[in-house]
């Protein structure tokens, strides 16, 4: 079956501006979860959604950074003002149940100049 | 706080060769779950296993083996007779047990297999 998929692949955009990278799930996983990977570094956990509540955000680093999944089932992660330090790759990954491993999608890659 | 380490940032064999990657971590938890991902060059993370901490057995799926040992907190994975395709970063990841396991990595090694 299909994947985690994210779009788009690859986002520019200029210092200060807003972006928004969407993440479809694997159809029925009920766990939802956005990770930030900075080269050569493992990914760093941003935020977590069961259905459409927001479990845990912990991981976002600051008010610019936000994330909604409306349905339950497509998220968006929202960055306002961006920032050089922003830049990364953002990867979304899904699960059947949280206790379950979870599936990442090819990630988005976001260079801000 | 949880940790993963994995100390070798870059390993190079030559194909046929076996190759032990090595991770060790922190943790206070008593249950918790330890996996492992490969990110082949075109990015996308793999699910290769996961462990659960009470289960201290070893596991094999083909050329692939993980060792779990408790008593030094560590969780190794081994490739015999390596080959070509082997060639990615792996990270070594651990979750608390239970609902909202969101996964705490490791810096990754990046395995080279030569021919």
């Known amino acids: 079956g299909a994947g985690v998929s994210q779009t788009p692949s690859n986002k520019v955009t200029e210092k200060g501006k807003y972006v928004e990278l969407r993440c479809d799930p694997i159809?029925?996983?009920?766990?939802l979860y956005w990770y930030r990977q900075s080269l050569g570094q493992g990914p760093e956990f941003l935020i977590y959604?069961?259905?459409?509540?927001?479990?845990?955000d912990s991981g976002l680093p600051n008010d610019r950074f936000f994330a909604v999944r409306p349905e339950g089932s497509v998220s968006t992660l929202k960055i306002q003002r961006t920032e050089r330090g922003d830049s990364a790759v953002y990867l979304c990954?899904?699960?059947?149940?949280?206790?379950?491993?979870?599936?990442f999608g090819p990630g988005t890659r976001l260079t801000v100049t | 706080a949880q940790k993963v380490t994995q100390a070798q940032t870059e390993i190079s064999v030559v194909e046929k060769e076996d190759v032990t990657l090595d991770c060790v971590y922190e943790?206070?938890?008593?249950?918790?779950?330890l996996f492992w991902y490969k990110q082949p060059p075109s990015g996308e993370l793999v699910f290769l296993i996961r462990?659960?901490?009470?289960?201290?057995q070893n596991e094999i799926s083909g050329r692939y083996s993980w060792n779990f040992q408790k008593s030094t907190s560590s969780f190794n994975f081994t490739i015999t007779a390596s080959q070509v395709v082997d060639s990615a970063v792996y990270f070594c990841?651990?979750?608390?047990?239970?609902?909202?396991?969101?996964?705490?990595f490791g810096t990754g090694t990046r395995l080279q297999v030569t021919l």
């Open positions: 990841a651990l979750s608390r047990a239970g609902t909202a396991s969101k996964l705490t």
């Open positions: 990954a899904s699960s059947p149940d949280p206790s379950y491993e979870q599936y």
């Open positions: 462990r659960n901490s009470f289960d201290e």
């Open positions: 943790t206070r938890d008593t249950t918790y779950y």
């Open positions: 959604f069961q259905g459409t509540g927001a479990a845990d």
């Open positions: 159809s029925g996983h009920t766990a």
